[in-house]
Structure formats: structure tokens, C-alpha cells
């Protein structure tokens, strides 16, 4: 009854029944398998489902079949679980080519999308890259009566007419790119960029270290410069169509500039980049190419399959899933696990034992989701028996076999569809990118099978802006950022850290003076669950091959396991990270996907010590961001639904200049009320309002962040109070789902902060994760750190606590 489960056909030339071999039997089986056991036992642990399952015929696969039942699209940035989240659907197209942008949401939302669904499938953050809305692409045509703009008929979903949604011309090229990817090719992209790369677009997107503003594409006729190849003539020719296409009113674009421009950005055939004048344009250029170029064939992807079959002896059953590592000389393979014995009441293999049965060596042992995947969830040691891990996957090397650059584990090869072919999954295009010289270099490229439910175009980590700092504080039961258990200032500042892994939400409360929530015994637990809730991790973790440990510390937290089985069973240890459930219970959760943590600080902060106060547990409070936009009349520059709301701040009284009426220019928090005064002439005086006052820096110091002109204007303030929501604030939740214009190098800075005697009030968008959502307590957060002019929050209303 045994045999079945230890032998599969690729070892049944070797073994017919679980018995001691004789001598001359191990001499014979050695020479032709090098896959017996020391002991003399025929249970060969690479045959022991070297080969799971056995009996079934096919080719030696990386990643196992996904049936069309089981087809996911990606998801966008909102990631809400809706039929309208996902990317490149009929309804994503339809944003993008048919969906009338001047349109409220409410009129064309259920059918055609709502107003900038299809930049949320641009990988982050390239759709702030891409697009900079710096000027209006034309006035309102909608009919206007007396209850204001009317919406217009809608297109019929098939239509083009919008093609492109009125923005930047190279967002639009972008996105038919991927579309053409995800339908043509089965493919969809993901960006991971080094730290000089992010950095490189955060300077892109502030206008800072040479990417300067003004530099619209208007007035330097981007759609010529930016391709690399064009002569002088040619940009007279073009810059004549741009002029025609923003007189163009009522069908927004002229279609032969839009053409011709688009035509331009996509030829990324032997691009020049020194031809190209702009900083700006060169990146934006490059960043094109190199995702253009993404599913360029890398090779044989049999190579790689070739030499795992090499190293296991061409033992290998073709029915199961095989890992193969760069240069083909070592390989990834699940034996039969957890029943991984020379003989049931023996002890367990480890991956050590599993390796030298082959005559190989092991490299490293990594736990996966699943037997037919090879990325790793949960470090493991090669030295460590599996337990209950039966996703347990061990790689073996051939240490003294020679890396072939042309073996490689995940080449891109993708399928071309012809006509009436349909995907029966995706793939994940990762691109490794850099910059050198000003331009967007693609390093490693690797392809992975979508991941079902979990593939979704992330914008939640990239932080713009980087400044941390403690403030100083009234009491020790305040915090820089965060709040106290009960308002007791002997428990720490807790912070709910949104859509990261466990490795970057622990990076991330590390730098801000924290770690993720260490939590010792039950009552520890179902506290900081009545406090914070449910749905959110913790700091306790397998820190590999089952040694559980607190986050930051890396206290061993044996005890507080036992303990924790005690009260909630042990199933929750499953996947080596734990969140609180639901029902008063804990939950598994994989450590390398997005999740929401609880970080508790570890600082002292003694600011505010000359006033006798001084905390502990704090944590550094990130800069945050914020916008401010203005029009004169932004009913005509603006859709339907978003002209008559605009205005939901008014400058502060000392920038007021107009008599005529009274403004809410002023707040007293202590009240919590407006204060109304009327503007006078003197104030011009105080204009121009300089970069320096609001945060700029260098350059951009002593450039005018608003002139006297612009104080009769309406005004949108928005704001976030973490790094992280600056993206989603400025690119996301304004440029494209209200199509607001004005570039974030001229509307926008880092430090909320420097909102203090610029504006009166201001609504908060609090991360990356999603729009506005800010809790109540941020309204104390925004006040403390414009004390100086006290700024309202408009829309913290989130009962939230952490």
C-alpha cells in the first residue's frame, strides 16, 4: 500500500516493492540512477515522487496549465474586487476609446467606465510619467443651460471618437501597447525599478535636478523631439497640427495630429537619445522603449527544462512541475513531501539528504503556494526536514558544472494569437529597470504565470516624497504620527501600513522608528484587535523553517505560540505570517503579498523636553504632500460633474486681494470654525507666492508658485499625510478621474506642512491605497503641523484608530 506513494514510473525500472536490496542490486541500481539511499533501501527520496503523483505522460513542465475557468484579468490600482477594476476589459476599453470625458460618472460610469479607469492599469508609475496634463486639451462642449453643462449622448461602446481621453499623447500609446500585449500576446507588465530609477521620476515629477518646468509639450513640440529621429521641417509641419487640434473644440483632438504624434512616440527603432533635447523627454522616451520591447523572445525555453533533466538523471516524471535556475546548473524540484522517510518510521529528509541522493548538492530550500508553482512564499533551510510543508521545493546544484549564459529559468516567450485564438491564461512580464545616462535601461526579464485573484497594478508603495521626522508634542500621549491604545502613554503609537508585504511593511515601520506589532500572549491580541480591528498582520512570523519570531526584535516567540494554539488552534501558522481575523480568531496570510500591518513605535522623542514631556513609542511622521489647483472659471475647463464642486478651499486671509465679498480664509481649530474676512489690495504685496514658501527647493526656491493674478481664481486643495499618497492623490484621483490639468512640478510639493498660510482648509486622500479615507484623528495631525495658520481637514472622517 505503500508503493504508490514512493514510486512513480520514472522510478519503477528500479524499484518494485519497498524491500532491502541486496549488494550487488545497490552496485547496479548506483551506477545507472545515483538515486539510492545510503542505507541500502530502494526508497530513493528524489523517487519518492521525484516525482509526485506519477503515472501521467507529457512534456517536463515550469509552471502547470491554467484552464480558461480559472482566467483572472488584472486588476487596477482600485483593486475593489468589481467587473469595472479589471484591466482591458470591454468596459476598460471603453474608458479609454469611446467613454465621452466630459460626461458626469454617473451618466457614463456603468457602461463605459468611470473618467480614468484605463490609466489604472498603467504600471506605476508610469502613468504619472506619461501623462502630465500641464494644459488644457480644450474648453467644455458640452450644452450649457441654465443648471449648468448638460452630458451629451453616449457613444456607442465600439466608438473611437474619445480615443485617448484628452490627455498627454504618450499615456494613450502606453495603454494600446499593453492592450495589444494582453490581447494579442497574453501578456501584462510589471515594473520593478532600482533606487536611482525612482529616484530619476520622482525628479521627473517634481521638476527638480534638471527635469525643470515650464516645458509643456505644447511648447516644445514633444511629439517630434521626443522620438529621436525628426528634422527641423518636420517640427514647423507638426507644430501647425498642434495649433489646429487645441482650436479643435468639439471633437477634442484632431485625429491626423494625434496620429502623427502618437506615430512618433511609438517608433522606438533605432531611437538616437542624444538627439533628444529634453531630460524630461529623454526618460519619458526610454521608459516607452524599454516596456515596448518587453516581450521580445529571450531563447529556448526547453534549455532550461533540458538541464534539469540533466542534473536529476533523466529521472524525472514528465507530469510534474520542475523549477529551473539561470545557467542550468541547478534545479528546483518537490519530492514527496511530508512523507519525504527512507522508510516510514524513520525520520524525515531533509532537502540536504534529497540532493546528495542525486549526487547534487542543495543550494537553497524555499516553500511555495502550491506544487505546480515555483515562487517562493516562506524561507526554509536545507538542512531543515519538511514537517507538514508538503509545497516544500528543493534546489540542487551540480557545483562543479560550468553557468550557461543561454539557459535561462523564465525567458520570455509569449504566444501571438491569429485571428479567433483566445488566452487560456496570462503571463507576467517582470522588467528590471534602470537609469544610466539619462536613460531607461531594461536589466533582467523574467515570465511568471499570472497569479489568480492577486495580479493587480500596484501604486500604493511608490513614495515621491521621502522626508520622516518626530515632532515635537504637547504630551507623552501624543505622537508624532499614529495613536495610543486608550490615550495611555505607556503603549506605543500604532499606524495601520496599507498594501505592502510583510518585508516592506516591516522595512517601512522600521524607518519610521517602529515594528510591526509584536503581540506576546492572547490578551496582547484580542487588545490590539478591540483597538485596531481585524483584517490587519502582525510583527509574529516564521523567520524560516518554522522558527517563529517577533518583527524587529527577532525575539524567539516559542512561548507565544503555544500559547496562541492554545487559544485559536494552529492554523493559522500555515503560511508563516498571521493577521487578525475575523470572528475573534487568527488567520494565515502569505508574507510576499499586499496586506495591511499594524507598526508600533519604538522612539523616544524628546522635543518637547524642555516643557517637560517626553514620549515613548513613538514614530517618525512621514512629510506627506499635497496639490492645489486653480481656475477662473473651471466650469468651462472641466467635465460635468467636477466644475460646480471645485472650489472647496479659499486662499488664506494675508493672500486674499478682492474686497468685493467675504472669504472663509482663516480656521480656528479650538472652534472648529471658519473665519470670514474680506480681501483687501494691500495683500497683492504679498504675491508673488515663491517655490521657497511652500516647500521648493534649488531652482525651483525662487520660482512663482502662484502670481497676483491668480487670486481671484477657485481653488482645489488636497493633501496626504503619508508618503505613499502623493501618486494616487495628484496622478490618479485628479488627473485622470477629474481630469484636472495642471503638472504636479507646478501644482504640487512635498510637506503638508507648507499649507500653513497658503489655504484655509483642504481635503486628505491618506495613501496610496485608495482615494481620501483619512480618519478622524488626522485632523489633529494636519492642525499640529500647520500651527502656525491652522489648515481644516475636510473630509477626515474615517473612524479608523490606526
Not at 126 to 148: K, Q, R, W, Y
Not at 439 to 450: A, K, L, N, S
Request: proline share 4%.
Amino acid at each position: 500500500s505503500l508503493a504508490p506513494r514512493f514510486c512513480s514510473q520514472a522510478c519503477s525500472p528500479f524499484t518494485s516493492a519497498m524491500v532491502p536490496a541486496t549488494e550487488e542490486q545497490q552496485k547496479g541500481w548506483r551506477a545507472g540512477s545515483k538515486l539510492l539511499l545510503g542505507s541500502g533501501l530502494v526508497a530513493a527520496a528524489l523517487c519518492s515522487r521525484l516525482l509526485v503523483g506519477g503515472g501521467a505522460t507529457g512534456t517536463a513542465r515550469f509552471l502547470s496549465d491554467r484552464g480558461p475557468g480559472q482566467r483572472q484579468l488584472l486588476a487596477n490600482t482600485d483593486r475593489s474586487g468589481g467587473e469595472e477594476d479589471l484591466c482591458f476589459s470591454a468596459q476598460n476599453k471603453a474608458s479609454y476609446f469611446a467613454r465621452n470625458p466630459w460626461n458626469s460618472d454617473g451618466s457614463e460610469g456603468g457602461t463605459h467606465g468611470h473618467r480614468g479607469d484605463w490609466a489604472k492599469c498603467l504600471p506605476s508609475p508610469s502613468f504619472a510619467v506619461m501623462c502630465e496634463h500641464g494644459i488644457s486639451h480644450g474648453l467644455n462642449p458640452s450644452e450649457l443651460t441654465e443648471d449648468g453643462f448638460q452630458d451629451s449622448p453616449s457613444e456607442l461602446l465600439n466608438s473611437t471618437r474619445w480615443r485617448g481621453q484628452m490627455h498627454d499623447v504618450p499615456a494613450g500609446v502606453l495603454y494600446e501597447t499593453l492592450l495589444d500585449f494582453h490581447e494579442k500576446h497574453c501578456a501584462h507588465l510589471q515594473l520593478n525599478l532600482s533606487a536611482d530609477l525612482r529616484q530619476a521620476f520622482s525628479y521627473y515629477m517634481l521638476g527638480m535636478d534638471g527635469f525643470a518646468r515650464p516645458e509643456t509639450e505644447h511648447q516644445t513640440h514633444m511629439h517630434i523631439m521626443e522620438s529621436g529621429h525628426e528634422h527641423e521641417g518636420q517640427t514647423r509641419r507638426m507644430q501647425q497640427q498642434d495649433d489646429m487640434q487645441h482650436m479643435h473644440q468639439e471633437d477634442g483632438h484632431s485625429r491626423s495630429a494625434h496620429q502623427a504624434r502618437a506615430a512618433a512616440f511609438r517608433n522606438c527603432t533605432g531611437v538616437n537619445y542624444s538627439a533628444i533635447p529634453s531630460k524630461r523627454m529623454k526618460l519619458r522616451k526610454s521608459l516607452y522603449c524599454a516596456m515596448a520591447s518587453a516581450l521580445e523572445q529571450q531563447g529556448d525555453p526547453a534549455l532550461a527544462y533540458e538541464a534539469c533533466e540533466d542534473l536529476y538523471h533523466h529521472g524525472v516524471d514528465p507530469s510534474h512541475t520542475l523549477c529551473p535556475e539561470d545557467g542550468g546548473a541547478s534545479c528546483g524540484y518537490f519530492p514527496d513531501l511530508p512523507t519525504m522517510h527512507q522508510w516510514p518510521t524513520q525520520p524525515q529528509l531533509s532537502c540536504v539528504d534529497f540532493c546528495s541522493n542525486a549526487g547534487l548538492q542543495c543550494t537553497k530550500a524555499e516553500v511555495t503556494r502550491s506544487r505546480s508553482s515555483c515562487e517562493p512564499v516562506r524561507e526554509w533551510s536545507c538542512e531543515t526536514p519538511p514537517g507538514d510543508q508538503y509545497n516544500l521545493k528543493c534546489v540542487c546544484a551540480n557545483t562543479s558544472k560550468a553557468l550557461d549564459s543561454s539557459v535561462l529559468a523564465r525567458p520570455v516567450h509569449v504566444p501571438t494569437l491569429g485571428e479567433g485564438e483566445t488566452c487560456p491564461d496570462y503571463k507576467r512580464i517582470v522588467l528590471n529597470l534602470d537609469v544610466r545616462d539619462g536613460v531607461v535601461q531594461v536589466g533582467h526579464q523574467e515570465q511568471f504565470d499570472e497569479r489568480v485573484y492577486d495580479d493587480f497594478n500596484e501604486a500604493s508603495s511608490y513614495e515621491i516624497c521621502d522626508g520622516m521626522e518626530q515632532v515635537p508634542l504637547d504630551s507623552p500621549q501624543e505622537c508624532s504620527y499614529g495613536r495610543r491604545m486608550g490615550g495611555d502613554a505607556s503603549k506605543p503609537c500604532l499606524w495601520r501600513i496599507e498594501q505592502r508585504t510583510f518585508d516592506e511593511a516591516s522595512d517601512m515601520c522600521a524607518a519610521r522608528g517602529g515594528r510591526l506589532a509584536n503581540v506576546r500572549s492572547v490578551d496582547e491580541v484580542e487588545e490590539l484587535r478591540a483597538f485596531a480591528g481585524s483584517w490587519v498582520g502582525l510583527g509574529l512570523h516564521d523567520a524560516g523553517s518554522g522558527r517563529w519570531q517577533l518583527d524587529g526584535s527577532g525575539e524567539d516567540a516559542s512561548e507565544t505560540i503555544e500559547a496562541l494554539d492554545a487559544q485559536y488552534g494552529g492554523h493559522w501558522k500555515w503560511s508563516g505570517c498571521v493577521r487578525l481575523h475575523g470572528d475573534d480568531q487568527l488567520g494565515w496570510i502569505w508574507c510576499t503579498e499586499k496586506h495591511n500591518w499594524i507598526c508600533e513605535g519604538t522612539l523616544e522623542n524628546r522635543l518637547s523636553e524642555e516643557a517637560g514631556v517626553v514620549a515613548a513609542g513613538d514614530l517618525r511622521a512621514d512629510e506627506g504632500a499635497f496639490c492645489l489647483w486653480h481656475y477662473l472659471e473651471p466650469r468651462q475647463e472641466l467635465p460635468n460633474d467636477e466644475g460646480a464642486g471645485f472650489s472647496n478651499t479659499d486662499l488664506a486671509c494675508p493672500l486674499q486681494v478682492s474686497s468685493e465679498q467675504t472669504f472663509r480664509c482663516a480656521y480656528n481649530p479650538e472652534e472648529d470654525q471658519l473665519l470670514r474676512e474680506h480681501g483687501h489690495h494691500d495683500n497683492k504685496a504679498n504675491y508673488p507666492v515663491l517655490g521657497a514658501s511652500i516647500g521648493w527647493t534649488g531652482d525651483k526656491a525662487n520660482e512663482t508658485f502662484l502670481a497676483d493674478g491668480d487670486a481671484y481664481h477657485k481653488f482645489h486643495c488636497h493633501f496626504s499625510p503619508e508618503n505613499s499618497g502623493f501618486l494616487r492623490m495628484y496622478a490618479l484621483q485628479h488627473m485622470f478621474e477629474r481630469s484636472y490639468v495642471g503638472a504636479a512640478k507646478g501644482t504640487c510639493g512635498c510637506g503638508y506642512k507648507h499649507l500653513a498660510g497658503l489655504v484655509s482648509r483642504c481635503d486628505c486622500t491618506r495613501s496610496g491605497q485608495g482615494d481620501n479615507n483619512c480618519a478622524v484623528w488626522h485632523r489633529q495631525t494636519l492642525v499640529r503641523a500647520t500651527s502656525s495658520s491652522p489648515v481644516k481637514c475636510n473630509n477626515c472622517n474615517s473612524n479608523s484608530n490606526v
